[in-house]
T-cell receptor
Framework: GAVVSQHPSWVICKSGTSVKIECRSLDFQATTMFWYRQFPKQSLMLMATSNEGSKATYEQGVEKDKFLINHASLTLSTLTVTSAHPEDSSFYIC??????????FGEGSRLTVL | GENVEQHPSTLSVQEGDSAVIKCTYSDSASNYFPWYKQELGKGPQLIIDIRSNVGEKKDQRIAVTLNKTAKHFSLHITETQPEDSAVYFCAAGPGYQKVTFGTGTKLQVIP
């Protein structure tokens, strides 16, 4: 199946710093990628839809100025958590939509903010 | 919006037994129902999906059933193996991309 890679797989940062997470579709082009947040033992919550070449669409309650999304190419979307605080600690997962419409998920990135 | 409920939240079965996970959804416009398996520290992987024009789909030891009238769908795993142990999520939505996930079921297969 198609491969979606996330980097880094885990990151620890100090409160107030910004962290960038990358999502790459390795063997297909994805005009649309999605970013999710998952708290321990909970389900995936869609944060935003990332569209190549245009602004991301954020779900209700998600701060667009805090979670910056950039989809500059057909194989890369980035999520930047700005001025991170301990409550932003979570497991962030991306998915990419293939040309057949299927979703392929990345391995996830665990963010810990101290 | 769509609301997906999933039961049970945890499930322990003996190796070789069957496991059944059930989900209900609220939006009658939903017509795509995927199931994902998530291992610890990893992203979800699609294991099987079903569309609303089909009542049942099977892939080796895994099967999914759908009752659109009652708005519920189920995952059946037969002859469970220890490597089936993971968290399973159901989801529902109008298409591939806009799905709402269930709350997850932690399946433990006891050798």
């Amino acid at each position: 199946g198609a491969v979606v890679s996330q980097h880094p797989s885990w990151v620890i940062c100090k409160s107030g710093t910004s962290v960038k997470i990358e999502c790459r579709s390795l063997d297909f082009q994805a005009t649309t990628m999605f970013w999710y947040r998952q708290f321990p033992k909970q389900s995936l919550m869609l944060m935003a839809t990332s569209n190549e070449g245009s602004k991301a669409t954020y779900e209700q309650g998600v701060e667009k100025d805090k979670f910056l999304i950039n989809h500059a190419s057909l194989t890369l979307s980035t999520l930047t958590v700005t001025s991170a605080h301990p409550e932003d600690s979570s497991f962030y997962i991306c998915s990419a939509k293939s040309d057949t419409g299927e979703l392929f998920f990345g391995e996830g990135s665990r963010l810990t903010v101290l | 919006g769509e609301n997906v409920e999933q039961h049970p939240s945890t499930l322990s079965v003996q190796e070789g037994d069957s496991a059944v996970i059930k989900c209900t959804y609220s939006d009658s416009a939903s017509n795509y129902f995927p199931w994902y398996k998530q291992e610890l520290g990893k992203g979800p992987q699609l294991i099987i999906d079903i569309r609303s024009n089909v009542g049942e789909k099977k892939d080796q030891r895994i099967a999914v059933t759908l009752n659109k009238t009652a708005k519920h769908f189920s995952l059946h795993i037969t002859e469970t193996q220890p490597e089936d142990s993971a968290v399973y999520f159901c989801a529902a939505g109008p298409g591939y991309q806009k799905v709402t996930f269930g709350t997850g079921t932690k399946l433990q297969v006891i050798p």
